[in-house]
């Protein structure tokens, strides 16, 4: 055994790092499995590949290969998801099988250059948020056995904390893939429905389900998703994306909480003085906040499990419930039984419902870049649920439930702990297309924290210098007015997917006026000679072809788009304004950037 593996930690930062170092992949796999053993918490995997057969995956992975991002990186899979050297149980013996290929995901990640491990211990059928509806042995919380592990995935979450591997995969249909972060000190990634492939997962609501990432830090869990990312065309729910490096929170960000009758806590004081707590990091990074009513996302979440998206669950498990219907757990058969509460015409009430409430919460985007809420009201013990096992489910739900059912993407990410020592963390939401911000942003907060890494009490790493220029075929549009970030118009460019990239001031060459006529937000950008005008502030965003196109296409006259000449010696493409439009406009050059004359005006 390499002395320097044992201690080492299982972020990608440090793996890599080793890597790149000369440490081999096999020495990591023994250290797996001497962990796994060490940590002797037989709840956490259903089944493990032979150490012998991990070590035959880490061989063919040659020499070291840095473009492979996940080159020799071990990880778990939750048992409900397909790996082809092992069966699918969904955490119910009679229902096992064993799947002819990996799942889409997996089989990315594979060849990204990952090692699976195993499969991790989940509620059964992934119905649950808790984590202890198994008929296996049940997770230990990683910081106290007499709480629970979170979830459906909770082993996926406890193996990462514990430190066993650098990430693993969940299922998050109504948090699965948030609660068990939560509660374990972890980063929880539940992307954009469709961005990552389903198939190959048994469902729980199909329309709703995703795969979900578990991993210590926030940037880990980006990049994860990054080389797991893609569209599917054998999956009829996955939907094209583009999953950019991470990058830097936009220069203004606007973060929603909610307001004093939304905060629920179940009279938890510690954990709402943590939440609370988190509020002054994000403020302490810059992001402006202020408080929303989240009574349209509680109705929403309520749909979930009151009204017909139970069918869902169960028409995934049907045939089985008819040919083995003594083999579930009882609560679990209890909770999918309530589909024959439902009928058809139940069901599209449910939906004319949905679409109301997708109604009422859509303003909450164009006032705020992301909603930060708890990631749960506070910690439930086992005790809790064996005395109640559905009330304390609910109630972990509060802030995780609605979010599928909106489109939204969601990030829970390690914060504060409560003053008992306990993790809490916090959650970022955005709208769908949005993982990218809400990683962005996250990384900070996780940074800022100073957390250790999951239950390990190893120190975070160093925070990667994020990306600020686009990838093929991106195109960079510099910015100049209403369409800053935190701005009037900055979600013409998030709706399209943008991702901000840098904030930075034009070559003293340039003049910015306010243009006459309509509502004021019609700046114009004008070059003038070298020297006679004044360096500008801007934002450099990143759009795909199609989105600089559409949003090419909305721009008015007197304006349009040109190449901006900028001080770190980029020349993105940006606004621009035709000089007789500004014969009777304002210059407001000396303000130095629209952001700052608009301060004025207010």
């Not at 306990?422 to 993982?435: E, K, R, V, W």
Request: proline content about 8%; glycine content about 10%.
């Amino acid at each position: 055994m390499n002395a320097s593996v044992v201690d080492l930690s299982f972020d990608l930062t440090s793996l890599r790092q080793a890597y790149a170092e000369g440490l081999s992949p096999a020495d990591v796999i023994r250290e797996v499995y001497r962990r796994i053993a060490a940590v002797d918490d037989t709840g956490i995997f259903i089944s493990l590949l032979t150490e012998s057969k991990a070590l035959d995956y880490a061989a063919t992975l040659g020499s070291y290969d840095a473009a492979r991002p996940l080159w020799g990186v071990p990880f778990a899979i939750k048992d409900n998801i397909d790996f082809a050297d092992l069966p699918t149980t969904a955490a119910c013996p009679d229902f096992a099988y064993t799947p002819s290929e990996h799942a889409h995901a997996v089989a990315r990640l594979i060849a990204a250059g990952a090692i699976p491990i195993g499969k991790t211990n989940l509620d059964q059928f992934a119905t649950g948020l808790v984590g202890v509806r198994s008929p296996y042995p049940i997770p230990r919380n990683s910081f106290d056995a007499a709480m629970v592990p979170g979830g459906s995935s909770s082993g996926s979450a406890v193996a990462v904390a514990q430190g066993l591997v650098t990430f693993a995969l969940g299922t998050d249909t109504a948090g699965s893939g948030r609660v068990p972060a939560g509660l374990n000190n972890l980063a929880g990634l539940k992307p954009t429905l469709g961005a990552i492939s389903t198939r190959g997962v048994v469902p729980a609501c199909r329309t709703l389900d995703c795969v979900s990432i578990f991993a210590l830090t926030v940037a880990d869990a980006y990049d994860v998703f990054a080389a797991m990312a893609g569209f599917d065309p054998q999956d009829s729910y996955s939907r094209p994306s583009v999953v950019g490096p991470l990058t830097n929170p936009p220069s203004a960000l606007r973060l929603a909480i909610p307001d004093a009758k939304s905060r629920r806590f179940g009279g938890d004081a510690l954990s709402e003085k943590a939440f609370m707590g988190a509020v002054e990091d994000a403020v302490a990074l810059g992001a402006t906040v202020h408080e929303i009513d989240l009574t349209a996302f509680f109705d929403t979440a309520r749909l979930l499990y009151e009204g017909p998206w139970v069918a869902e669950r169960h028409h995934a498990v049907r045939d089985f419930m008819t040919r083995a219907p003594h083999a579930m757990l009882a609560v679990t058969a209890g909770i999918i039984g309530n589909a024959g509460k439902f009928s058809a015409t139940d069901t599209f009430g449910a939906l004319y419902r949905l679409a109301e409430l997708r109604r009422l919460t859509a303003p909450t985007w164009q006032n705020c870049d992301m909603l930060m809420v708890p990631t749960y009201p506070r910690p439930r013990s086992v005790a809790d649920l064996q005395a109640d096992p559905i009330a304390p489910n609910s109630e972990l739900g509060t802030y995780t439930n609605s979010v599928n059912l909106l489109d939204l993407c969601a990030l829970a990410v390690p914060s504060r702990f409560r003053d008992d020592g306990f993790p809490s963390g916090i959650t970022l939401i955005g709208p769908a297309g949005q993982d990218g911000a809400l990683a962005a942003f996250g990384a900070r907060l996780q940074t800022h924290s100073g957390q250790p890494l999951g239950a390990t009490r190893k120190p975070q790493p160093p925070l990667a210098l994020p990306a600020i220029r686009a990838l093929p075929p991106e195109i960079e549009l510099c910015v100049v007015g209403a369409h800053l970030s935190g701005m009037a118009l900055n979600g013409e460019l998030t709706t399209r997917g943008a991702r901000f990239l840098r904030a930075v001031k034009t070559t003293p060459d340039y003049r910015l006026f306010a243009l006459p006529g309509g509502p004021p937000y019609r700046p114009g950008l004008l070059r003038v000679e070298a020297g006679e005008g004044h360096a500008i502030e801007t934002e450099v965003w990143a759009l795909t072809p199609e989105a600089f196109g559409s949003f090419v296409d909305g721009v008015p006259a007197p304006l349009g788009i040109g190449t901006t000449l900028l001080a770190d010696g980029t020349r993105p493409k940006g606004f621009i304004v035709e000089s007789e439009a500004t014969r009777d406009a304002r210059d407001i050059s000396h303000y130095g950037g629209w952001r700052a004359y608009m301060q004025e005006m207010v």
